[in-house]
């Protein structure tokens, strides 16, 4: 069965430093989705990306944020630098066209020092 | 604006009972909704969705969910607990808006345990 794989499982960085979580969404999907869960809290939507491009963010996704498709399987979040509360799960997600409902990955753990 | 409740935070049951996590949800047209399973550890996994049609929704490992308009909600169900079914249950919604599939607007979670 095709599966969302993240890369990696757990990262752990300073604070101010550059990070790039990335993703392989399910190759036939055309709506990519990056979403994070702070310990203990909810699932907050970031970032939606469709045909190379951005299609919504959420407040939480400010400029140092970005993400990327640099070729026709990745999808990487970059948080360019990172600040103690960025410690979160990050969940990638993606969907198809036919399919409303979005395939996650497992999580990528970032924790923040 | 679209919003998702789980008015629980544990539901607790004992291996064998029937077992129900609540959901209810507001949107501003018709809902596409959903439920996902959390086990310790691990990512977000899809149960089932609604999206139209049938109001009881059938989906993986034996749950399902029932879309009842009139109260807006989406009761997660399942008929005969297993302890393997502990977890962390999340309902969502799908956001309407913009020109993309919809983001997923999700509840707080419900932590779901089953004892022996």
């Known amino acids: 069965e095709p599966e969302v794989t993240q890369t990696p499982s757990h990262q752990v960085t300073q604070m101010g430093q550059e990070v790039i979580l990335r993703c392989v969404p399910i190759?036939?999907?055309?709506?990519f989705y990056w979403y994070r869960q702070i310990l203990g809290q909810k699932v907050e939507f970031l970032v939606s990306?469709?045909?190379?491009?951005?299609?919504?963010k959420s407040e939480i996704f400010d400029d140092q944020f970005s993400v990327e498709r640099p070729d026709g399987s990745n999808f990487t979040l970059k948080i360019r630098s990172t600040k103690l509360e960025d410690s979160a799960m990050y969940f990638c997600a993606s969907s198809a066209p036919e399919l409303p409902g979005a395939f996650f990955g497992q999580g990528t753990r970032l924790t923040v020092v | 604006a679209q919003s998702v409740a789980q008015p629980e935070d544990q539901v607790n049951v004992a291996e064998g009972n029937p077992l129900t996590v609540k959901c209810t949800y507001s949107?501003?047209?018709?809902?596409?909704l959903f439920w996902y399973v959390q086990y310790p550890n691990r990512g977000l996994q899809f149960l089932l969705k609604?999206?139209?049609?049938?109001?009881l929704v059938k989906g993986s490992y034996g749950f399902e969910a029932e879309f009842n308009k009139s109260q807006t909600s989406f009761h997660l169900k399942k008929p005969s607990a297993l302890v393997s079914d502990s977890a962390l249950y999340f309902c969502?919604?799908?956001?309407?808006?913009?020109?993309?599939?919809?983001?997923?607007?999700f509840g707080k979670g419900t932590k779901l345990s089953v004892k022996p």
């Open positions: 609604y999206i139209t049609g049938d109001n």
């Open positions: 949107v501003s047209g018709n809902p596409y």
């Open positions: 190759s036939n999907h055309l709506y």
């Open positions: 990306f469709y045909n190379n491009e951005i299609s919504e």
């Open positions: 969502a919604v799908r956001d309407m808006g913009g020109g993309s599939q919809g983001n997923l607007i």
